[in-house]
């Protein structure tokens, strides 16, 4: 059993920087995916970038090169950092896990590929 919760969200103007953090709750395996998702009012939940239990990252080549997924295995935590926010930027921000098997790192948002996810966080990036 695991539970996500997300906190850092909030309001910033264009050009500015925030850190997204998700708190992992429970227990699961040694292998694992986490991944950061996004979405805006009436559009797809998108990849914004995920990171493998192996230390493999990808990004989503919207955000790529002003982003940074990390996880600090301590605290049991996610980390989403994003510099040079636009407002395009704007959406609610989830962070899921797949605990399954070999923890694929799924780039695309489905129902049950990811089977734990957080409530959601608010990021608005304004001029």
């Known amino acids: 059993q695991v539970r996500l919760v997300e906190s850092g969200g909030g309001s910033v103007q264009a050009g500015g920087s925030l850190r997204l953090s998700c708190k992992v709750l429970?227990?699961?395996?040694?292998?694992?995916?986490f991944a950061w998702f996004r979405q805006v009012r009436g559009k797809e939940r998108e990849r914004v970038a995920t990171?493998?239990?192996?230390?493999?990252?990808a990004y989503a080549d919207s955000v790529s090169g002003r982003s940074t997924i990390s996880e600090d295995n301590a605290v049991h935590t996610l980390y989403l950092e994003m510099n040079s926010l636009e407002p395009d930027d704007t959406a609610i921000y989830y962070c899921?896990?797949?605990?399954?098997?070999?923890?694929?790192?799924?780039?695309?948002?489905?129902?049950?590929?990811?089977?734990?996810w957080g409530q959601g966080t608010q990021v608005t990036v304004s001029s």
């Open positions: 429970g227990y699961f395996g040694s292998t694992y995916c």
């Open positions: 990171i493998h239990s192996d230390g493999s990252t």
């Open positions: 899921a896990a797949n605990t399954r098997g070999n923890g694929y790192c799924y780039p695309v948002y489905t129902g049950y590929q990811y089977n734990y």
